[in-house]
């Protein structure tokens, strides 16, 4: 995935909560996780990736799978 902008100042902690906040309810804010993953780097995917499997005990890849 080609990262266009990688926001320097990110929190992986507040990425993840977005993300977990996207899943609620009917259905999955789809733009919502594009937006947040599209516009961050492979290193910063894996912060988020590791503070989602802290914060919620889940694993963010099979959260994202169709």
């Known amino acids: ?3 266009l902008l990688a926001p320097e100042g990110f929190s992986p ?3 993840a ?3 977990n906040k996207a899943f609620e309810g009917w259905g999955t804010d789809e733009k919502a ?3 947040i993953l599209g516009h961050r780097n492979a290193d910063q995917r894996k912060q988020i990736r ?8 889940e694993d963010l890849n099979k959260k994202t799978q169709i």
Do not use: N
């Open 33 to 35: 996780i594009i937006w």
């Open 1 to 3: 995935m080609a990262t």
């Open 17 to 19: 909560m977005a993300l």
């Open 50 to 57: 590791l503070a989602y499997q802290e914060i919620y005990l």
């Open 13 to 15: 902690s507040e990425d």
